[in-house]
């Protein structure tokens, strides 16, 4: 049998199999106050024959939204909320972190439910568009963080946290990668700052290793995790120093020791070996190399120690039993990514097991 399907553990938990729901972000948080739904509760209770899900990002604090109808993590009505989504996994039997996703200067004034601006390391534009109810826009020049609003920015992160578990969630995974704010503090064009949050490749890392420290003090280390994506140039980042900004965050993260480290490989698949060399922790492999996507294939990295788990993403959303598909070798169903960012229930809960039932309820 392949590793894959046999009993894992992140931190304190004991796992079904090794194979992780990856984080994506589906934009239905309809509740009042950007809160889970009923229906996103369900979403998540049919994938529970994963070995660990991460939710989609959810803003640690407002200002942290960058789309339309991404849930939080800051207000009692979204623990509330959460706390459906968390009872729905469990009594399948699942274990589920939280990622907390902010998106820094990756978002628009009109995606935000009341008036905000979106902000960032340095106020550097990203090239490109973002979608807003009014169509695309091109992202804004952010507001640079003040060094006190980047400590506040940290304990909001430790807040939403300790929200996190008074929620349920078995633990949190940090959104370091994809180009939201973690990342830009990591990035050479994000952050131009001279200051000690981004004078050197030591001092970009700085925010990463303070949130991370900063959370595993508030609910502890082996309930905390972090994903990375080193050279992923998604989100207009550009990353100089690659190999000395990540040795000096690895650095870090082996201090803290946080349950798992989630790597989302992209276009440096071989700085994966490197990465693996210097973690002394445990390894979240998402191989999706550009142009593909995790698939059967990749289970073999587990056998071959590549990684220690294993993370799908898009075949998650097509395949809610994806685990007992693999496992028998049964044909797979293709995600409509069209109806991947906000809609109904349709392209989202509607996706058949193997019985042949969208169960369970
Ligand atoms: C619809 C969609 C939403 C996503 N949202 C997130 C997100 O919120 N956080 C994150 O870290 N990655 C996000 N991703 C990236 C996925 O977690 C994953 O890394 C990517 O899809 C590649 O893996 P795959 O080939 O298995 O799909 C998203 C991907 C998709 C397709």
């Known amino acids: ?46 994938r529970a024959g994963a070995g660990l899900i991460i939710t989609e990002g959810t803003q640690p604090n407002a200002v942290g939204q960058g789309y339309p109808n991404t849930p939080g ?34 978002g628009h004034p009109s995606n935000y439910r009341s008036a905000r ?15 807003t109810p009014d169509g695309h826009r091109d992202f804004v020049v952010p507001r640079e963080l003040g060094a006190a609003e980047i400590s506040q920015t940290i304990r909001d992160f430790a807040d939403a946290a300790s929200n996190a578990i008074a929620a349920g ?13 973690i990342h830009q503090f990591l990035s050479t064009n994000a952050n131009r700052r001279t200051d000690e949050w981004g004078a050197t490749p030591r001092d970009r890392t700085r925010f990463a290793v303070e949130v991370t420290a900063a ?6 280390n082996d309930r905390t995790a972090l994903r990375i994506s080193p050279a992923n140039p998604l989100n207009d980042i550009a990353e100089d120093e690659l190999a000395e900004t990540y040795h000096h965050l690895i650095t870090g993260l082996n201090g803290i020791k946080p ?21 002394n922790g445990l390894l979240v492999l998402n191989p999706a190399t550009p142009g593909g996507r995790t698939g059967p294939e990749h289970l073999a990295l587990i056998d071959e120690g590549t990684a220690d788990l294993l ?36 392209g989202y809960i509607d996706y058949p097991t193997l019985a042949g039932s969208a169960a369970p309820a």
């Open 1 to 46: 049998m392949r590793a894959a399907f046999t009993p894992g553990r992140v931190g304190l938990q004991e796992l079904k199999n090794r194979i992780v729901m990856s984080p994506m972000t589906r934009s239905r948080a309809y509740g009042a106050d950007l809160a889970p739904t009923a229906m996103m509760a369900r979403y998540y209770a049919q």
């Open 73 to 106: 993590l800051h207000t009692g009505a979204q623990i509330a909320g959460w706390r459906t989504v968390t009872d729905a996994v469990h009594d399948e039997g699942g274990v589920i972190y939280a990622q907390l996703m902010h998106t820094g200067r990756i």
């Open 117 to 131: 601006y979106p902000v960032g390391p340095s106020p550097v534009q990203a090239e490109g568009q973002i979608f």
């Open 169 to 181: 969630f078995d633990g949190v995974e940090l959104h370091g990668a994809n180009g939201y704010l």
């Open 215 to 220: 959370v595993a003090e508030a609910i502890g």
């Open 259 to 279: 349950s798992y480290l989630h790597v989302l490989e992209s276009q440096a698949p071989g700085f994966t070996r490197e990465l693996r060399r210097a973690w």
């Open 311 to 346: 993370s799908f993403g898009r075949l998650f959303i097509s395949n809610p039993d994806l685990p007992a598909r693999l496992a028998s070798g049964t044909e797979l169903t293709e995600p409509d990514l069209s109806k991947a960012y906000g809609g109904d229930e349709s």
